[in-house]
């Protein structure tokens, strides 16, 4: 175990800051969400989306229709 260890170890700073940019993309669409009116029209990373009609909650849905919890993803990218 101590030799997997060690074998891993020059990667986990490349790790960390691949997690850290995830979760700050993740928190920068939650943002972007979250200042766009309910049923208005954002986009996040070239993909229009249109915000959900709770105004408390983070939800938007794509151009397929498929319905996105932005703050659950957001959660999610901290945590991992």
Known sequence: MDQRTQERLPVLEAFARAAADHHRLRVTHLEIARATPPGDR???????YIRGAN??????????GRLVHLDRT?????WA
């Open 42 to 48: 954002f986009t996040l990373d070239g993909a229009p």
């Open 55 to 64: 105004p408390a909650g983070a939800a938007a849905r794509d151009e397929q």
């Open 74 to 78: 957001e959660h999610r990218a901290f």
